[in-house]
């Protein structure tokens, strides 16, 4: 796959499809952690499309437990916008709750597309299985074609066998029964201390060998001590130096044409810390080295 020179970088500021709010000031954080900047300095040429529109929960009347028809818009935006990008860009997408996915899966799959899902938790819910009803907890199941048929019928996009979760920590029993069925590649954080990251990396790598790559990484798959930002900490989560590692084998890969940054909460973070480690990470995926 030829190399990327070009980023394009657009932010989704939604909380609705989270349980806490705050998550929708993400993408000014991460901006102001100077992700452009550090774009830049690493030779891309950047450019920043704004923010998808989405309505603030408070002008919203709650229906049944979700906003599904407001994340539905933002999200169809959200595919719709990157879609109209040229070849040879590669999209960042600032979140913003994880639902948000749905739309940039979707819009970034020009074909088979692998998915590299970072995070604490599989978000492989449905309505039927999920505790709480938060959107933010089913967008990998409606990419896989999985959920409520207003999502699945535009942003069902991928192969489930050509998903990839790392560094889950957290599934509800409904949950785990689905990702078995559909035979998602599932790597707990008991595989992370049995197997080591590089491992880890290497089968994803493997698996996915000649599809590129879309990398969702949600910041609650770090430990809550590195990145106390997050509307839903899980303790025990990667280390620093464990999640640099693996952005570096992904980016080694030359396979990345993708990339989320989602669940930074900055109401929850001390002196934007979280939305700094997240930038960080984007940098080593996107090929910075020591050396």
């Known amino acids: 796959m030829p190399p990327m020179d070009r980023v394009a970088v657009i932010g989704v500021p939604m909380d609705l499809g989270a349980?806490?709010?705050?998550?929708?000031?993400?993408?000014?954080?991460?901006?102001?952690?100077?992700?452009?900047?550090?774009?830049?300095?690493?030779?891309?040429?950047?450019e920043d499309l704004g923010d998808v529109?989405?309505?603030?929960?408070?002008t919203l009347r709650r229906r049944k437990g979700t906003y599904l028809e407001e994340i539905r818009q933002a999200a169809l935006e959200l595919k719709e916008?990157?879609?109209?990008?040229?070849?040879?860009?590669?999209?960042?997408?600032?979140?913003g709750d994880h639902s948000l996915s749905m739309g940039s899966v979707s819009g970034v799959a020009r074909g088979r597309v692998g998915v590299i899902w970072v995070?604490?938790?599989?978000?492989?819910?449905?309505?039927?299985?999920?505790?709480?009803?938060?959107?933010?907890?089913?967008?990998?199941?409606?990419?896989?074609?999985?959920?409520?048929?207003?999502l699945t019928e535009v942003f069902r996009s991928v192969d489930p066998k050509d998903v990839v979760l790392i560094g889950v920590r957290s599934v509800d029993p409904g949950?785990?029964?689905?990702?078995?069925?559909?035979?998602?590649?599932?790597?707990?954080?008991h595989e992370v201390d049995r197997l080591g990251v590089a491992r880890i990396a290497e089968e994803a790598l493997d698996r996915l060998?000649?599809?590129?790559?879309?990398?969702?990484?949600?910041?609650?798959?770090?430990d809550p001590a590195v990145a106390p930002g997050v509307g839903t900490p899980v303790p025990g989560g990667l280390s620093y130096r464990e999640a640099h590692l693996l952005m570096e084998l992904l980016a080694q890969s030359g396979q990345v044409r993708s990339l989320d940054l989602v669940e930074v909460n900055p109401i929850l973070d001390e002196k934007n810390r979280t939305a700094e480690m997240m930038v960080g990470l984007a940098l080593s995926l996107l090929g910075k080295r020591i050396l």
């Open 19 to 46: 349980g806490r709010r705050g998550v929708d000031m993400g993408p000014s954080a991460l901006r102001y952690a100077r992700l452009l900047e550090e774009l830049e300095a690493l030779g891309f040429a950047v």
């Open 53 to 58: 529109r989405v309505p603030l929960a408070e």
């Open 81 to 95: 916008r990157l879609q109209a990008l040229p070849e040879g860009v590669l999209p960042i997408v600032l979140g």
């Open 119 to 150: 995070d604490a938790h599989a978000d492989f819910n449905t309505p039927e299985t999920s505790p709480s009803g938060n959107i933010h907890g089913m967008p990998l199941a409606v990419l896989s074609g999985l959920g409520h048929p207003r």
């Open 175 to 189: 949950e785990k029964r689905l990702l078995q069925e559909a035979g998602v590649t599932v790597y707990t954080m």
């Open 209 to 222: 060998s000649g599809l590129p790559l879309h990398v969702s990484l949600d910041a609650d798959v770090l």
